[in-house]
């Protein structure tokens, strides 16, 4: 909890006391930590998928339940931490209504807030299906690890966390909208800014969500004996 705290009042930080900001919406601190939070339940997710199977080698081996347990229960337990940090953002959404003078800035949440379970869902199948693409995959090629860390820190900046979809310029605008996290990110935020409404980005991020875990499921099943041999 106190990682994306911190993260966002450095970013609040830069892009609204030092920076003239022309991104994102008002207040920047809950457009940040809209996106941030699930971006943390995301990053800590798909790191823990690169160790999943070893870690665990030997229960692996010697058990017969279903492996995708171990992925599940990684999504699952990441998923909780980030239901518990909700507070943070709730907090700053209060705090804005009790000490923001200017009607514009304050957070309106409206009927968007029920988008955000939604989002949830979609995020769960997301991480289910590329777990089951990164966890086998990075058990059969240990190089693997160090590269999905590397995809994570570009993907950061390639994600509309500190900026919305809407603020990428002309092409880069659909090419951003390809990122399923764009989709899922905007659903998040329509619970406090209705603005954020980008219908086409939250269609492609519901067919790349659905197709990673239809991939994801094919590579698990027929990576399942090769890793189990590895370990």
Not at 39 to 56: G, H, L, Q
Request: aromatic residues 14%; charged residues 15%; contains cysteine.
């Amino acid at each position: 909890m106190l990682d994306p705290l911190v993260m966002s009042l450095i970013y609040w930080f830069v892009f609204t006391q030092v920076f003239h900001r022309d991104v994102g919406e008002d207040p920047y601190i809950v457009f940040l930590i809209s996106a941030l939070l699930p971006w943390v339940w995301f990053n800590s997710s798909v790191s823990d998928f690169t160790k999943a199977f070893k870690r665990d080698s030997r229960l692996v081996r010697s058990t017969n339940i279903p492996r995708s347990i171990w992925v599940n229960r990684i999504v699952l337990s990441k998923g909780m931490e980030f239901l518990f940090s909700l507070p943070v953002l709730a907090l700053f959404v209060i705090v804005n209504a009790m000490v923001e003078t200017d009607p514009e800035k304050v957070v309106q949440v409206g009927w968007g807030i029920l988008w955000f379970p939604v989002a949830v869902l979609l995020q769960v199948i997301l991480l289910v299906g590329l777990g089951m693409l990164v966890a086998p995959l990075c058990a059969l090629y240990a190089d693997l690890e160090r590269t999905t860390g590397l995809i994570l820190r570009a993907l950061f900046y390639a994600t509309p966390i500190i900026y919305s979809v809407s603020n990428l310029p002309g092409p880069f605008e659909i090419i951003g909208s390809f990122n399923p996290l764009a989709g899922i990110f905007t659903l998040y935020r329509m619970a406090f800014f209705p603005d954020q409404w980008h219908l086409t980005t939250v269609l492609i991020s519901v067919v790349m969500t659905l197709a990673i875990f239809v991939l994801g499921s094919w590579v698990f099943r027929s990576l399942e004996r090769p890793v189990l041999k590895e370990l």
